[in-house]
Each structure stands twice: as structure tokens, then as C-alpha cells.
T-cell receptor
Framework: AQSVTQPDIHITVSEGASLELRCNYSYGATPYLFWYVQSPGQGLQLLLKYFSGDTLVQGIKGFEAEFKRSQSSFNLRKPSVHWSDAAEYFCAVGVRDGNNRKLIWGLGTSLAVNP | DVKVTQSSRYLVKRTGEKVFLECVQDMDHENMFWYRQDPGLGLRLIYFSYDVKMKEKGDIPEGYSVSREKKERFSLILESASTNQTSMYLC??????????????FGSGTRLTVV
């Protein structure tokens, strides 16, 4: 079955500390992988995506993610967190649905940042 | 700036009312989606549409219907609102070209409270 697992429901880090948010997926074919961020009271914004090629992808706001096929993972990282990074983060995998394509979502990880 | 616009940020409706949530996109996207978001349950797909006058049920269509008479507009209808439909509703759109289909643009959401 197609699924996305974000093992951490909630994470708290101190401002300036490094961050890693975990994402594992289950999909039989080549995955298209995404990270979205949702600031409080807002819709979701695309942070970065992986389609093919270099397994380390760069996104907006200083985020990066690494695709590891052997681990079925696509973890999101940032070397130094800012208070404005406090938000909900969603990992997603793009799957084929007949002739169409859709996203399968993880349940999200809520990030809090201590000053 | 391209965008997806949801007509209301906050709505309060009474049980049994017929409720319309409107979503308009200005990107000429073929695909449009309605999700509801609840704490601990992530994003759940209600309905989606890959073309004008087309609609497909998502994972939780019960109690909802949709209308897509024009390409840019996708309406979610709660035929008879109930308290368990109190939620955040998110609209998204994407183009139909392969791979780019996964690049969703989200609206800011409508927080609906049914009393």
C-alpha cells in the first residue's frame, strides 16, 4: 500500500540549532517526493521536491532534503533554525492513480522553536 | 502573483444549513482538490476534479458534494452541515502536465465551525 510516515508528531528545537524531520514512504515505483510547510492559519507551501538525479535537493528558506532509496526515506534538514520556522511540516509522495497522479500525505510534524 | 483564493477565512454555520465553500484559481490549472485538515489526522482528500464538469470522490466524500462549472472555480458543498464537519478546509490546484501535476498550490484555508 502507498503510504507516508512521519514518525515525529511534535519536535521542539532551540533557535540556531540544527533540525532534521524524518519521512519514510512506501511506494512500489520510482517516488516523487515533496516537503510542504504550513505556517499557523495558512495554507501549505512547497519547500522542495525530488524527482530524479541528485539525491540531495535544496529548497526555499534554507532547507534541504536527502533521498535515500535503500531506507525509503526523504528527511528534511536545516543547519540553523530560525524562530520563523515554527510551523507544521508535511511530507508527501506522488503516486499514479490510473491515468492521473495525486499526492499521498504524511500526518505532519509540528515544529516549535525556543528562543 | 499566482494564487488560489478561498472566499472565506472563517465561517460559522448552524447545523442543518447548506454551506458553500468557494475556491478560485488564476493559474489555468486543470486539477483542483478539496481537503479537510484536523489535528492528528493530517490532510484528508474529500473530492477532486481533473477537468471542468468532472469530479472524483476522494477518501472522505460522505456528506459533501462539489461543483466545477468553470475551470477556475471549484466549490465544495455541505448539503446539511453537521458539527462533525467543523474543520479547516483547504483547496489546492495543480497543472495537468506529467510530474508538474504534483506541484500543488494551496489556498489559505477556510476554518468552518458548525454550531
Amino acid at each position: 500500500a502507498q503510504s507516508v510516515t512521519q514518525p515525529d508528531i511534535h519536535i521542539t528545537v532551540s533557535e540556531g540549532a540544527s533540525l532534521e524531520l524524518r519521512c519514510n514512504y512506501s511506494y512500489g515505483a520510482t517516488p516523487y517526493l515533496f516537503w510542504y510547510v504550513q505556517s499557523p492559519g495558512q495554507g501549505l507551501q512547497l519547500l522542495l521536491k525530488y524527482f530524479s538525479g541528485d539525491t540531495l535537493v535544496q529548497g526555499i528558506k534554507g532547507f534541504e532534503a536527502e533521498f535515500k532509496r535503500s531506507q525509503s526515506s526523504f528527511n528534511l534538514r536545516k543547519p540553523s533554525v530560525h524562530w520563523s520556522d515554527a510551523a507544521e511540516y508535511f511530507c508527501a509522495v506522488g503516486v499514479r492513480d490510473g491515468n492521473n497522479r495525486k499526492l499521498i500525505w504524511g500526518l505532519g510534524t509540528s515544529l516549535a522553536v525556543n528562543p | 502573483d499566482v494564487k488560489v483564493t478561498q472566499s472565506s477565512r472563517y465561517l460559522v454555520k448552524r447545523t442543518g444549513e447548506k454551506v458553500f465553500l468557494e475556491c478560485v484559481q488564476d493559474m489555468d490549472h486543470e486539477n483542483m482538490f478539496w481537503y479537510r485538515q484536523d489535528p492528528g489526522l493530517g490532510l484528508r482528500l474529500i473530492y477532486f476534479s481533473y477537468d471542468v464538469k468532472m469530479k472524483e470522490k476522494g477518501d472522505i466524500p460522505e456528506g459533501y458534494s462539489v461543483s466545477r462549472e468553470k475551470k477556475e472555480r471549484f466549490s465544495l458543498i455541505l448539503e446539511s452541515a453537521s458539527t462533525n464537519q467543523t474543520s479547516m478546509y483547504l483547496c489546492a490546484s495543480s497543472p495537468s502536465t506529467p510530474i508538474r501535476q504534483y506541484g500543488y498550490t494551496f489556498g489559505s484555508g477556510t476554518r468552518l465551525t458548525v454550531v
